[in-house]
């Protein structure tokens, strides 16, 4: 029996959106996902997720066959999705083997004072992507309108082409009989969960975490370089490697983010298996 990987997507990018990754990782392992994460009504997004990590846990919970005794899964993800699967495993690490965290660095110490208050004073908007996210155009005409619309944007346009046509295809969804197309990852959303980024994660791994955790990073992250990596590495320690590419490496790299995530899992398999 393959062993799971529950999968948890960055903010605004279904999970359908990294298929090509997932795709390289079935041969080896069960892969799942919540395909549209803070939309649930049930799970309401408020300041440091907690009910967002709920919706991983049930998410995980509702996977186990009915009278079996549950295997520990992997939990990885990217950006808002590595918070959530590290969150979930301090909560519950008997569920979890390990997590790979995709360019997810912990905030702590001076940075995390500074979340802190810029969240009350309501700064933090001009700090994180949610300003952007407001405005953010949700409608076009076609998938081809759309396609020309992301492809000739600086950010998309170093993507896989194989990612770019699945963020078309699934981060879109046709809405009528003219093939009008929309986002689907709710606008307003993506928005409340930026403005409630957790400040509180570099405390709660201060001494560690109770299961393997990983890391890989973008060398050209711009997330990386604004919140530095000394309190990731004392997290994760060796465990700790670079990808060509920004804050989506993933999207720009998937082959590659792919088979570093198998040999991160090889490793902290191996690291789970001698503790």
């Known amino acids: 029996m393959k062993e799971i990987i529950h999968f948890s997507h960055a903010n605004g990018f279904p999970a359908s959106v990294y298929r ?42 509702a996977a186990s066959r009915p009278g079996e005794t549950p295997s520990p899964v992997w939990l990885i993800g990217h950006s808002l999705g590595g918070y959530l699967s ?19 660095p912990i905030i702590s110490g001076w940075r995390s004072n500074v979340l802190r208050i810029s969240q ?23 998938r081809d309108e759309a396609w020309r619309h992301f492809h000739s944007k600086p950010a998309f346009a170093l993507w ?43 405390a709660r791994v201060l001494h560690g975490a109770s299961v393997p955790v990983g890391f890989l ?11 530095g990596v000394d309190a ?14 920004s804050h989506l490496f993933p999207m720009e790299r998937p082959i590659e983010t792919a088979r570093a995530i198998q040999s991160m899992l090889a490793r902290l398999g191996r690291l789970d298996m001698a503790a």
């Not at 990073?217 to 919140?227: D, F, L, N, W, Y």
């Not at 320690?237 to 060509?244: S, T």
């Open 120 to 142: 009350w004073t309501g700064f933090d908007e001009r700090l994180s992507p949610a300003a952007a996210t407001k405005a953010r155009r949700t409608r076009w005409a076609s």
């Open 86 to 104: 590290l969150l979930a495993s301090l909560r519950r690490p008997h569920r979890v083997r390990g997590v790979i965290m995709l360019d997810s």
């Open 217 to 227: 990073a973008g060398t050209v992250s711009r997330e990386v370089r604004h919140i």
């Open 20 to 61: 090509t990754i997932f795709a390289e990782l079935e041969d080896q392992y069960e892969v799942r996902a919540i395909e549209t994460i803070g939309h649930d009504p049930r799970f309401a997004i408020t300041r440091d997720w907690p009910h967002l990590v709920d919706e991983l846990l049930a998410s995980v919970d």
């Open 232 to 245: 990731t590495r004392r997290l994760v320690g060796d465990h700790l490697e670079w990808i060509e590419g």
């Open 160 to 202: 896989d082409e194989r990612m770019l046509a699945d963020y078309i295809d699934f981060g879109t969804a046709r809405v009528d009989v003219t093939g009008t197309r929309e986002l689907v990852f709710d606008r307003g959303t993506e928005y409340r969960i930026y403005r409630t980024i957790p400040h509180t994660i570099g």
